[in-house]
């Protein structure tokens, strides 16, 4: 009966797999291609770079195809200021064998990018090479000759201007200095600080405790993902892409790095799969060394079994087969010693600390850490994170079980056993090929694989971290723009999973890329244990971290979004005073089940200072957001970018309500911040620096009139 339901289930996900997408397809390539030329010629630069991005993505190397995506970005780039990457994308695409015919064009557009960077002497190399390739190309039609030499003259012309007269030499970026803040790293816990300590006891297992007073703000936990995967997300309608006559679908794959998570510019696609886009070429090739050349042809599958499935797989690759099956055989000694109770005693016996080194007062020794007592990132901690197996249902087990043999297998059958098993460096992207041996039993090897997978995925129910960005959202009425959490990836922090469940936790978490770092959020006495909120749910009867709560309180989480949804889908018909109502009623909902600190509660608040904004009621409106303001402030740091685009909003509620005072103290605020994080030429700044010019002009005026 098991087998035959098996079965099912294995037709069921070869199904589902067909719908996911994740192969090349030239003809959408071109389809992209096109539309962007469109856009392009509207001046929507930013679209435009994002369809090339996606036609390369989608388009196969070796033709010369993908080069004309690459040229046709490269202009896009230009219009959109980023010379340096215009420069990296026009030498992508000389060296996918960009058309001779077309090259003057390119090679133009490189020399101004070179002026514009204030190459002088690369940008007088670069013309006289046009000019070189125009003589030789008889092809070029004599308006279109007459065109690109009167470009060249005039890009002479400019050389010779900048380099008779030097611009000064643009002012020292002069960032605020960060309170850089004593870092000590603690010598027994990788990327802790030293104001922590590693405890362990039956009852709570292993722990972090403040070791002395912590103050709020202060760092105390620096931690680069072990393993990280992306996950591909809805598709998102972005601010500039809601006029749809063409429905880019951009998902969380298009706007950020497959590897590192950086935001992405100018995306590298992979050769092999169109799924996978790297924000530079040594991201692209450090990934297929790592974990992509087994990756890229299951991208389907694993697109299709979900996030948890393809971190499980991912985190074995990182950690090599060697090391798995050590810990695998290791794990199953420790199981036999169990059930047998004198190596049980031997096994308690050999337990005590030798970094403890007080005879008699053995402390057992930690699980995870090494031989000398060090807790660090490491294939080992991640797997001495505990699996609760015992709390799964045997449903679910199965489940699990099902997805991490249908990856297995396909490795087998794709005949990736052997990269998987680092047998053999295969460093070039090879086409797999069907394997000859058709049995359906996995081999010995794999088998060790695909226990320490099954082991992730259970693991991951508790001790997967999501990694979330603030990422912006449409702005319908244009007064306010409106930033929004989203998960970016799941990741493992082996460190950051010593942190115990709680519900109102004392420390705040924010992301860069695929690092964490971890500050108090109030003040810690020496002693206490640090707690982290996992998914920032807070448990409705203080039973904490239960898989159970976990499920009922996501479907409650679930349900409050969508109430949230339908109360903005009456703001947008114009009924406010039913939004209001019914944002209202989110918020006590939201009460009941969530921390005060939950993002979602600021979400709430910044709704209703959004709805309070339309209606000119600016008072209310700069309340809700003060909030919402709070609560970003806690998860995200007082200076973080987070924070900067809050108080960017909060400063034009201030200015269009002729609060002054407060206005400009906010302003000055969101000046500080953003400048480090935008640049002090952004368009932010110089938007916060007219609102307060025209404020302090206001005064007088305002005070006439009354
Ligand atoms: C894109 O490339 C095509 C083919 O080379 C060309 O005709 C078109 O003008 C290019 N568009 C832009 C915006 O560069
Ligand atoms: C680091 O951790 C250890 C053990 O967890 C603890 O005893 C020690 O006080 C901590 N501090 C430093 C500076 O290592
Ligand atoms: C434990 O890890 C630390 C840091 O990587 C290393 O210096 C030490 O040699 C390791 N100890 C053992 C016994 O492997
Ligand atoms: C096929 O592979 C399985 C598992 O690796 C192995 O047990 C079996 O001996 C192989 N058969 C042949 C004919 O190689
Ligand atoms: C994020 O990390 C990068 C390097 O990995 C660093 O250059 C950048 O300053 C960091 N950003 C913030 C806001 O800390
Ligand atoms: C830290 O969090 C725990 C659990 O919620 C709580 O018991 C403790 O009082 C908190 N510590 C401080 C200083 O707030
Ligand atoms: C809402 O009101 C604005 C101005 O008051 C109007 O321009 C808009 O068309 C209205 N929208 C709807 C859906 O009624
Ligand atoms: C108090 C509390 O929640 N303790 C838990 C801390 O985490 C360990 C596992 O890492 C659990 O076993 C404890 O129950």
């Given at each position: 009966?098991?087998?035959?339901?098996?079965?099912?289930?294995?037709?069921?996900?070869?199904?589902?797999?067909?719908?996911?997408?994740?192969?090349?397809?030239?003809?959408?390539?071109?389809?992209?291609?096109?539309?962007?030329?469109g856009?392009?010629?509207?001046?929507?630069?930013?679209?435009?770079?994002?369809?090339?991005?996606?036609?390369?993505?989608?388009?196969?190397?070796?033709?010369?195809?993908?080069?004309l995506?690459?040229?046709?970005?490269?202009?896009?780039?230009?219009?959109?200021?980023?010379?340096?990457?215009?420069l990296?994308?026009?030498?992508?695409?000389?060296?996918?064998?960009?058309?001779?015919?077309?090259?003057?064009?390119?090679?133009?557009?490189?020399?101004?990018?070179?002026?514009?960077?204030?190459?002088?002497?690369?940008?007088?190399?670069?013309?006289?090479?046009?000019?070189?390739?125009?003589?030789?190309?008889?092809?070029?039609?004599?308006?279109?000759?007459?065109?690109?030499?009167?470009?060249?003259?005039?890009?002479?012309?400019?050389?010779?201007?900048?380099e008779?007269?030097?611009?000064?030499?643009?002012?020292?970026?002069?960032?605020?200095?960060r309170?850089?803040?004593?870092?000590?790293?603690?010598?027994?816990?990788?990327?802790?600080?030293?104001?922590?300590?590693l405890?362990?006891?039956?009852?709570?297992?292993r722990?972090?405790?403040a070791?002395?007073d912590?103050?709020?703000g202060?760092?105390?936990?620096?931690?680069?993902?072990?393993?990280?995967?992306?996950?591909?997300?809805?598709?998102?309608?972005?601010?500039?892409?809601?006029?749809?006559?063409?429905?880019?679908?951009?998902?969380?794959?298009?706007?950020?790095?497959?590897?590192?998570?950086?935001?992405?510019?100018?995306?590298?696609?992979?050769?092999?799969?169109?799924?996978?886009?790297?924000?530079?070429?040594?991201?692209?090739?450090q990934?297929?060394?790592?974990?992509?050349?087994?990756?890229?042809?299951?991208?389907?599958?694993?697109?299709?079994?979900?996030?948890?499935?393809?971190?499980?797989l991912?985190?074995?690759?990182?950690?090599?087969?060697?090391?798995?099956?050590?810990?695998?055989?290791?794990s199953?000694?420790?199981?036999?010693?169990?059930?047998?109770?004198?190596?049980?005693?031997?096994?308690?016996?050999?337990?005590?600390?030798?970094?403890?080194?007080?005879?008699?007062?053995?402390?057992?020794?930690?699980?995870?850490?090494?031989?000398?007592?060090?807790?660090?990132?490491?294939?080992?901690?991640?797997?001495?994170?505990?699996?609760?197996?015992?709390?799964?249902?045997?449903?679910?087990?199965?489940?699990?079980?099902?997805?991490?043999?249908?990856?297995?297998?396909?490795?087998?059958?794709?005949?990736?056993?052997?990269?998987?098993?680092?047998?053999?460096?295969?460093?070039?992207?090879?086409?797999?090929?069907a394997?000859?041996?058709?049995?359906?039993?996995?081999?010995?090897?794999?088998?060790?694989?695909?226990?320490?997978?099954?082991?992730?995925?259970?693991?991951?129910?508790?001790?997967?971290?999501?990694?979330?960005?603030?990422q912006?959202?449409?702005?319908?009425?244009?007064?306010?723009?409106?930033?929004?959490?989203?998960?970016?990836?799941?990741?493992?922090?082996?460190?950051?999973?010593?942190?115990?469940?709680?519900?109102?936790?004392?420390?705040?978490v924010?992301?860069?890329?695929?690092s964490?770092?971890?500050?108090?959020s109030?003040?810690?006495?020496?002693?206490?244990?640090?707690?982290?909120?996992?998914?920032?749910?807070?448990?409705?009867?203080?039973?904490?971290?239960?898989?159970?709560?976990?499920?009922?309180?996501?479907?409650?989480?679930?349900?409050?979004?969508?109430?949230?949804?339908?109360?903005?889908?009456?703001?947008?018909?114009?009924?406010?005073?039913?939004?209001?109502?019914?944002?209202?009623?989110?918020?006590?909902?939201?009460?009941?089940?969530?921390?005060?600190?939950h993002l979602?509660?600021?979400?709430?608040?910044?709704?209703?200072?959004?709805?309070?904004?339309?209606?000119?009621?600016?008072?209310?409106?700069?309340?809700?957001?003060?909030?919402?303001?709070?609560?970003?402030e806690?998860?995200?740091?007082?200076?973080?970018?987070?924070?900067?685009?809050?108080?960017?909003?909060?400063?034009?509620?201030?200015?269009?309500?002729?609060?002054?005072?407060?206005?400009?103290?906010?302003?000055?605020?969101?000046?500080?911040?953003?400048?480090?994080?935008?640049?002090?030429?952004?368009?932010?700044?110089?938007?916060?620096?007219?609102?307060?010019?025209?404020?302090?002009e206001?005064?007088?005026?305002?005070?006439?009139?009354?």
């Amino acid at each position: 009966e098991e087998k035959r339901e098996a079965f099912k289930e294995a037709a069921a996900l070869r199904r589902l797999c067909r719908r996911a997408r994740a192969g090349k397809e030239p003809a959408a390539a071109r389809r992209c291609r096109e539309e962007g030329n469109g856009r392009f010629g509207s001046r929507r630069y930013r679209e435009a770079a994002r369809l090339y991005s996606q036609a390369a993505s989608l388009e196969r190397p070796g033709g010369p195809d993908l080069s004309l995506c690459f040229a046709n970005r490269s202009a896009a780039l230009f219009h959109l200021g980023h010379f340096q990457a215009c420069l990296e994308d026009i030498s992508r695409a000389q060296g996918h064998g960009y058309p001779d015919k077309l090259l003057p064009k390119v090679l133009l557009r490189k020399a101004e990018c070179l002026l514009c960077l204030g190459r002088l002497q690369d940008a007088a190399e670069a013309l006289s090479a046009v000019e070189k390739k125009i003589t030789e190309c008889q092809t070029v039609t004599s308006t279109a000759h007459q065109a690109l030499l009167k470009k060249i003259s005039q890009l002479k012309k400019k050389v010779r201007e900048k380099e008779s007269c030097p611009e000064p030499a643009s002012e020292a970026h002069d960032a605020i200095q960060r309170e850089s803040e004593i870092w000590e790293e603690n010598d027994s816990i990788s990327g802790a600080s030293s104001s922590l300590s590693l405890r362990f006891d039956l009852e709570r297992g292993r722990h972090l405790v403040a070791s002395q007073d912590i103050l709020t703000g202060q760092d105390l936990l620096k931690e680069e993902a072990f393993v990280s995967v992306l996950c591909p997300g809805e598709s998102l309608l972005l601010p500039d892409g809601n006029e749809a006559t063409w429905d880019i679908q951009v998902t969380n794959a298009d706007l950020y790095c497959h590897r590192c998570l950086k935001q992405l510019l100018a995306s590298v696609p992979c050769s092999g799969c169109s799924y996978a886009k790297y924000c530079s070429q040594k991201c692209a090739d450090q990934a297929w060394k790592q974990y992509h050349r087994t990756e890229c042809s299951l991208g389907a599958l694993l697109l299709t079994v979900g996030v948890f499935c393809h971190v499980a797989l991912r985190t074995v690759l990182l950690a090599g087969f060697a090391e798995v099956s050590r810990l695998v055989e290791q794990s199953h000694d420790d199981d036999k010693d169990l059930h047998n109770p004198e190596a049980r005693c031997k096994h308690l016996n050999k337990a005590p600390n030798p970094r403890a080194g007080v005879p008699g007062k053995a402390e057992p020794l930690i699980p995870g850490c090494n031989d000398s007592g060090r807790y660090q990132s490491s294939y080992q901690a991640v797997f001495n994170l505990l699996p609760h197996t015992e709390k799964h249902s045997p449903e679910h087990k199965f489940l699990c079980l099902l997805s991490v043999v249908a990856i297995c297998k396909k490795i087998q059958e794709t005949g990736l056993e052997a990269a998987v098993l680092n047998r053999e460096e295969c460093e070039e992207w090879v086409k797999p090929q069907a394997c000859g041996n058709g049995s359906d039993e996995l081999s010995p090897r794999m088998k060790i694989m695909a226990e320490a997978m099954l082991r992730h995925v259970l693991q991951l129910q508790c001790n997967a971290q999501a990694i979330t960005v603030m990422q912006e959202l449409g702005s319908e009425d244009g007064a306010v723009v409106n930033k929004k959490p989203v998960r970016l990836a799941t990741a493992f922090f082996p460190v950051l999973s010593l942190l115990n469940h709680s519900c109102s936790p004392n420390i705040s978490v924010s992301f860069n890329g695929t690092s964490v770092t971890i500050r108090a959020s109030r003040p810690i006495p020496r002693g206490q244990e640090i707690f982290h909120c996992y998914d920032l749910l807070c448990c409705s009867n203080g039973a904490c971290a239960l898989l159970v709560s976990r499920e009922s309180l996501s479907q409650r989480l679930w349900d409050l979004q969508q109430q949230i949804k339908k109360a903005l889908k009456l703001l947008s018909d114009n009924k406010s005073d039913q939004a209001i109502k019914m944002l209202l009623k989110c918020q006590s909902d939201a009460g009941n089940f969530l921390s005060p600190e939950h993002l979602l509660m600021g979400e709430v608040e910044d709704h209703l200072a959004q709805v309070y904004a339309t209606l000119g009621k600016w008072k209310e409106a700069a309340r809700h957001l003060q909030s919402s303001i709070r609560i970003v402030e806690i998860h995200h740091g007082p200076s973080s970018v987070e924070m900067g685009h809050e108080l960017f909003k909060l400063a034009q509620i201030l200015f269009n309500g002729f609060a002054v005072s407060e206005a400009l103290s906010t302003i000055q605020r969101a000046e500080e911040i953003l400048s480090v994080h935008c640049g002090p030429q952004s368009t932010q700044i110089q938007e916060l620096k007219e609102m307060k010019t025209c404020l302090l002009e206001l005064p007088k005026s305002i005070l006439q009139r009354t």
